[in-house]
């Protein structure tokens, strides 16, 4: 068998990159904040007759929208996100573009206030953050069995926090190319992405238990790496799958979701490498004493035979 376990520190160098490549992009690029998170209004509209792009956009602007931000959403349909306007402005908006590129309907209208932005900013903290810690001590009272299980529990918190950190860090990249913000739908991505993270972590960490109880083999290295071998293909698998799902909620769904799509696409992938590479190679370096490497001040147990 392949010795997979025995490649840990180069998992860990990749993830260590990521990591820093995350940290730098959010620090410098950050995340630009949707209308939930920053307050504004948002108007979509669909013409009948075919409306250029450049034109609609120059329009926008004439009317004195000049920090508005206009996408296509559809043929022929337009998305406008601006400062908080009410129903009066918004029908007067509609009233000259419709004089200007001819009739129009209109697909949605809302607008969120400051104070609603920031309870959604602080709610969604608040979720992430219950997450992570139900996470953490449902994973421990599950591996409550085991040899010090508070360390399956923590490993998990670890993996799942570097594939929400490195998630952020990628869509920050995208971000800030293709103008990407953050919205609801962006958070109900990440909290997915944690979901499946720890899925795919507990279904590794479940298989390591189970030939630690058989005694596979003597060592408990060698027990991780037959477990990763042996979930390697399911884990695969089941990433693949969702994939090809989240391909085609991206390319036929619409821009509606796309935020959501695009979060479980980078973070199905980060997950699977991170569940099966790296998270198992914390275990194994936290049972050998290993982390003293990275931790000066971290005292080392007694490795297992």
Excluded at 86 to 115: C, H, I, N, R, W
Excluded at 272 to 286: E, I, K, M, N, R
Aim: hydrophobic share 50%; with cysteine.
């Amino acid at each position: 068998m392949y010795n997979i376990i025995g490649k840990r520190y180069w998992f860990f160098l990749i993830s260590g990159m990521l990591i820093l490549i995350s940290i730098v992009s959010l620090a410098t690029v950050g995340l630009k904040s949707g209308i939930e998170f920053s307050s504004g209004s948002v108007l979509q509209i669909k013409f009948s007759t075919p409306v250029d792009y450049a034109q609609f956009k120059q329009a926008i602007f004439d009317l004195g929208y000049q920090g508005a931000i206009v996408q296509i959403v559809g043929e022929n349909e337009f998305l406008i996100r601006t400062h908080e306007i009410g129903e009066d402005e918004k029908t007067q908006l509609e009233t000259a573009l419709t004089s200007e590129f001819g009739e129009m309907t209109e697909a949605q209208f809302y607008s969120v206030t400051p104070l609603v932005a920031t309870e959604t900013t602080r709610d969604a903290i608040i979720a992430v953050i219950v997450a992570m810690v139900g996470i953490l001590l449902y994973v421990t009272w599950a591996f409550r069995r085991m040899p010090n299980s508070f360390r399956w529990g923590t490993c998990s918190v670890i993996a799942l926090l570097h594939d929400a950190l490195v998630t952020l860090g990628i869509f920050s990249v995208f971000g800030a190319l293709l103008g990407w913000e953050i919205n609801l739908m962006f958070i109900t991505g990440i909290l997915t992405v944690i979901g499946y993270s720890v899925n795919n972590t507990i279904v590794v960490f479940d298989r390591i238990r189970e030939n630690e109880i058989k005694g596979v083999s003597n060592t408990f290295e060698n027990i991780v790496n037959i477990s990763q071998g042996e979930t390697m293909g399911r884990s695969l698998n089941a990433s693949i799958t969702t994939l090809i799902t989240s391909l085609a909620l991206l390319l036929f769904v619409g821009a509606s979701i796309q935020n959501f799509a695009i979060i479980l696409i980078i973070g199905i992938i980060v997950g699977t490498f991170d569940s099966v590479l790296v998270a198992p190679g914390l275990l194994v370096a936290w049972d050998r004493g290993e982390w003293g490497r990275f931790l000066p001040w971290y005292k080392a147990p007694q490795a297992r035979a």
